[in-house]
């Protein structure tokens, strides 16, 4: 039983590892922004995720307790990542792209980045 | 009552007219009399014990190291003036009740009142120079105030100035002579001092400390070449002139010079100074009040000429000199007080104080008309008022004092400044009462209403009484007086009218025929004096104030000139400076320590430390490139003192680090995005000469320390050893802040609010100057985002806050035993709001925010207070710490600690003091009345049928 657990932190900690590499690279490699912004979520959700799950493994199964920091920096990761990722995505639009190059918004008027325009435009 | 009490009642009681005030103003004067009267009666308590000889003593040990004790004791003297000082106060307050008119703010006048007269009680209670110093400070800081109490008189304003400044350099003089004194005499007790004689005389500092305390003496009483400021005093209400500049505080300088005549008289030194400058002044002061015009302005240098008169008496050095000086202080301060009264009552029922608008009062104004010519008689001098009395022993002890071998030249000087004293006083009758009635007075003048003409009435009634029975009414304080001026023994003396044909009386008689005949000739007189040039001291003055000004302003301008490069140039250097002198001066010791080998994690975070750092160098003209960069350091910093086993550091840095990047974004909102070019190449050679030399100057001090032990013991053992048995707690860095440096935390914490309040109150006056309507109207440099506030930031802010400020209870309760603590928990607080202002807007933010930041950090300090006075109850030290354990049912054991208290007051501190710095930030941007469009309050069933308009 010891070493199956064993096995399966080993398992979580090489797919974290594989992740968080694949995802360093693809910032690297990446051409766009837009693109790039992929990469780090990898990551971010798989990787440190991984890493997560293996450390609950261990704690449970090594240590003989229950620990639930892991739940916690999950959910404070689940909340950030977005976020840095639309700010990103947002900062993109605002620099790069014009309300002509964007596909239509739908109802909501304009793209809300390019919202500041529509008295002007 | 107790001495304490006497000198405290009126600082305390300053406050009651203030608020009375409400109450109306008979109400506010009332409660300014009580006061004065308890104090009064407080003093008449003592007089019987006084008068036969005993000195009354309150002792308080206050810094005994330094030798600042608040000891205060009550011989003759300190009877004479301070009854002088609380009964002349209380006719004052009655006077100045009818006085000032409607629209004079009336608690305020009674409040300043009331601090000058306590400042002045303290400096003739005083048993301790150190403490008389602080008192000395606070009648010229005091009177200040009250000579501008009309402050929308430019003269009123200049005048008080120009007293503040002379009467305050004076005072700067006399804290170098008094300190000389003390330490010539091994003591600043007064009573130690004063039994000190030979020793002070025969020091070879006898003479700077006597120069360095005259000139306090000097400009305080207005002496010759300082007695300009006293005539520009006068654009002080008439009450304020009547009471500080006859009766008390120009009186501070002759207390002085009396209170230390034991030690400091009867040196040749002491003789031709003192005396000397009191002759000079005497016949100077009454020469130009004769041909003064405005009242108020003549009474002012006959002031000067009889506060010379007694200066010279006590430069005279003899004890006779000194009991004619006593009688001649409490003569004036009788008849000088109702003479400015009357002119005060000329003044409000005429509408002018010009003498030469004046004239024929008699008859419209009876009452006044006889006070004003009894005291004005006194003052010149005419039997049988008190004025006579001690001008004939003036000229009694003038006639036999030579001064250098020169018999005549005295006593002639004398006679003459008495017949110019006549002169004026017949003048001051004569051209303002007598004569024909006209009819070209700006007002009708007409007799007051008693509670104007009481307060001089009694006053002239004591000039007659004392001249009339001299030794029955006065006799008693005289004796006690003069005995304390001269230590104890007193030549024989009769206080009557009638000595005989002596010389004085033949003087006399000459100084009177002569003031006649000066007047009958004044016409005359007056035509040569105004076409005879003569130096104006104002001019004088405002030239001297004009260059100092001057210089200093280049001064400023050169080392303070806004730039804050500069400022930090001057700042390395001058440190740099420093430290190589330090370098070259000192020795350093072997080095104890072996280097350590550097680990990976160190290593990598040293790198990115410096390779940011070059990074800043290259971009810092990007300017959000350069706060990234910042980041950068702050969060390896960070990092690195967690590394290094300090949490509470890294926890404080890492929140420390957010919210400064918040406040520095908030104020790159308004600058642009790039710094122009403007170093010269010779500039930037230098701020890189000074920053590399400051930085491998640090560096490498960092590295001398770390490689040697330290030469004495570190207090960090007494700190780990007493942390849980002396605090209760296990986290030391907490124990620290809040126990053992609880002092520094709750002065650290005071800095922090008063930052905070300058930050808003600038804030405040730049938003209400044209700069509001600029920022406005201002173009932003780049396009904006159209959503200001983005739907999902505004959605995880509002889950979060709840969380952080959990968060910020957690790190807040556990603060004693493991890393936390109040300021970090306040930084953490603080960023759970901030979060909001980000996300959802400033007017979003500010109208859910109930409680202003300003009543939070005042809270803050004040819970803090209030806990370290907490320690006082159990007759502990200031801000002693307590803890003991609790056991409640269904809980486990825990520990409650005054500390936590103390740490709380702390949190509050902190979180108001950064949200009023973020807000006033916020605050430019703002625009009031403009909704934000994109916050979440935009109702999601906009686009639906609205079944009731309002929810739209």
């Not at chain 2, 301008?557 to 001057?570: E, K, M, P």
Request: hydrophobic share 55%; net charge neutral.
């Amino acid at each position: 039983m010891q070493d199956v657990m064993e096995y399966l932190i080993a398992l979580f900690l090489i797919v974290s590892g594989v992740f968080g590499l694949v995802g360093s690279f693809g910032l690297l490699k990446l051409g766009d922004p837009m693109s790039r912004l992929h990469a780090p979520t990898k990551a971010t959700t798989l990787g440190v995720g991984g890493v997560l799950i293996a450390s609950m493994i261990h704690a449970i199964a090594l240590e003989g307790k229950a620990s639930f920091h892991e739940l916690l920096i999950t959910l404070f990761l689940f909340l950030t990542a977005p976020i840095t990722a639309n700010f990103i995505a947002k900062v993109h639009i605002h620099r790069n792209e014009t309300p002509q190059s964007m596909p239509p918004a739908g109802e909501d008027r304009l793209w809300a980045t390019h919202d500041v325009d529509k008295e002007t435009a | 009552m107790s001495l304490f009490l006497i000198a405290a009642l009126p600082f305390l009681g300053a406050c009651f007219p203030a608020l009375l005030i409400r109450a109306g103003r008979n109400a506010s004067a009332m409660s300014a009399g009580a006061v004065s009267l308890l104090a009064l009666i407080g003093l008449l308590i003592h007089a019987p014990s006084v008068l036969r000889g005993e000195v009354i003593a309150a002792r308080l040990d206050w810094l005994p190291e330094l030798g600042l004790n608040a000891n205060f004791f009550l011989d003759g003297l300190g009877l004479l003036f301070a009854g002088l000082i609380l009964g002349i106060g209380i006719l004052i307050i009655l006077y100045a009740r009818f006085y000032l008119s409607r629209e004079d703010p009336m608690g305020q006048f009674y409040c300043y009142l009331l601090l000058f007269q306590g400042a002045m009680v303290g400096i003739v209670l005083s048993d301790n120079i150190l403490l008389l110093l602080v008192f000395w400070e606070l009648t010229s800081l005091s009177s200040f105030l009250l000579i501008g109490y009309w402050r929308h008189l430019p003269e009123g304003r200049q005048g008080a100035r120009m007293a503040l400044i002379v009467t305050g350099a004076g005072g700067l003089a006399m804290i170098g002579g008094m300190l000389i004194l003390g330490n010539i005499a091994g003591s600043y007790d007064l009573t130690v001092i004063l039994q000190q004689r030979d020793l002070i005389q025969t020091s070879p500092l006898y003479l700077p400390a006597l120069i360095l305390i005259l000139i306090g003496a000097f400009t305080k009483s207005a002496q010759f070449p300082f007695h300009f400021w006293l005539p520009h005093a006068m654009a002080a209400p008439t009450p304020v002139s009547a009471y500080l500049h006859s009766a008390t505080m120009v009186k501070a300088g002759l207390f002085l010079m009396a209170r230390l005549w034991p030690v400091m008289a009867g040196t040749d030194a002491w003789f031709y100074i003192v005396a000397t400058t009191g002759l000079v002044t005497m016949v100077l002061g009454a020469v130009i009040a004769l041909f003064k015009d405005d009242l108020k302005a003549l009474l002012a240098f006959s002031t000067v000429s009889h506060l010379g008169l007694i200066t010279m008496l006590l430069g005279f050095g003899t004890g006779m000199a000194a009991v004619a000086a006593v009688f001649h202080i409490i003569n004036h301060a009788t008849f000088k007080a109702a003479l400015f009264m009357t002119a005060g009552i000329v003044d409000h029922e005429a509408h002018t104080r010009d003498i030469k608008r004046l004239g024929g009062l008699r008859r419209l104004m009876p009452v006044t008309f006889t006070i004003a010519a009894v005291a004005s008689l006194s003052m010149a001098g005419l039997i049988p008022l008190n004025g006579y009395l001690s001008k004939e022993m003036m000229l009694e002890e003038a006639a036999h004092t030579a001064w250098l071998q020169s018999t005549w030249l005295v006593p002639a000087l004398a006679t003459f400044g008495a017949l110019l004293s006549a002169a004026y006083s017949f003048r001051y009758v004569a051209h303002v009462f007598l004569g024909p009635e006209r009819d070209d007075y700006p007002s009708h003048p007409h007799d007051p209403g008693a509670g104007m003409w009481l307060a001089p009435a009694f006053l002239v009634s004591l000039v007659v009484l004392i001249g009339l029975f001299p030794e029955t009414v006065a006799g008693g304080i005289v004796a006690a007086a003069a005995g304390a001026v001269t230590g104890g023994d007193l030549p024989e003396y009769h206080l009557k009218l009638w000595h005989g044909l002596t010389p004085a009386f033949y003087m006399s008689a000459v100084a009177l025929s002569g003031g006649l005949m000066l007047l009958w000739g004044h016409a005359h007189l007056n035509r040569a004096w105004t076409n005879s040039p003569r130096p104006e001291a104002k001019t004088i003055f405002d030239a001297i104030v004009g260059t100092a000004t001057r210089i200093s302003r280049i001064l400023t301008d050169r080392l303070h000139d806004g730039a804050l490069t500069r400022y930090a140039a001057i700042f390395v250097a001058f440190t740099l400076g420093l430290a190589g002198y330090a370098w070259l001066s000192g020795t350093l010791g072997p080095q104890t320590r072996a280097p350590l080998e550097i680990a990976a994690l160190p290593l990598i975070g040293w790198i990115g430390v410096i390779v940011s750092t070059v990074l800043m160098v290259a971009f810092h003209r990007r300017r959000l490139l350069a706060l990234i960069l910042m980041g950068v350091v702050g969060l390896v910093v960070s990092v690195s003192f967690n590394y290094l086993s300090a949490p509470d550091l890294a926890l404080t840095q890492i929140s420390v680090e957010v919210v400064t990047i918040v406040l520095m974004l908030l104020a790159l909102n308004f600058m642009p995005k790039e710094t122009p070019r403007e170093s010269s190449p010779v500039r930037k050679t230098r701020d890189a000469v000074l920053s590399i030399g400051a930085g491998l100057g640090v560096g490498g001090l960092i590295y001398a320390l770390m490689r040697r032990d330290f030469d004495l013991p570190t207090i960090s053992e007494y700190h780990l050893n007493n942390s849980y048995s002396g605090g209760g707690g296990t986290n030391v860095v907490n124990v620290i802040l809040v126990d053992f440096r609880g002092f520094d935390t709750f002065g650290e914490i005071t800095v922090l609010g008063i930052a905070a309040i300058v930050i808003f109150a600038v804030t405040q006056a730049v938003l209400s100057g044209p700069v509001r309507g600029r920022l406005l109207n201002r173009k932003p440099d780049a396009p904006q985002s159209g959503d200001a506030h983005p739907l999902m930031m505004v959605v995880v802010t509002r889950m979060m806050m709840p969380v952080a400020l959990m968060v910020a209870a957690f790190i807040f309760f556990r603060g004693h035993n493991l890393p936390g603590g109040g300021f970090i928990a306040g930084l953490i607080a603080a960023i759970a709001v901030v979060m909001q202002y980000m996300a959802s807007g400033f007017g979003w933010a500010a109208e859910r925010q109930h409680v202003p930041y300003h009543g939070i950090i005042g809270s803050g300090v004040l819970v803090a207070a209030v806990t370290g006075m907490g320690a006082w109850l159990a007759g502990e030290p200031f801000l002693t710490s307590a803890f003991g354990y609790v056991h409640l049912p269904g809980l486990e054991k825990f520990e409650l600690a005054t500390a936590a208290l103390f740490d709380l007051g702390v949190f509050l501190a902190v979180v108001g003091a950064v949200m009023l710095a973020l807000e006033s930030f916020s605050r430019f941007a703002w625009q009031p009345g403009i909704a934000p469009e994109h916050a979440m309050d935009i109702n999601p069933a906009r686009d639906l049928d609205p079944k009731n308009p309002e929810e739209v």
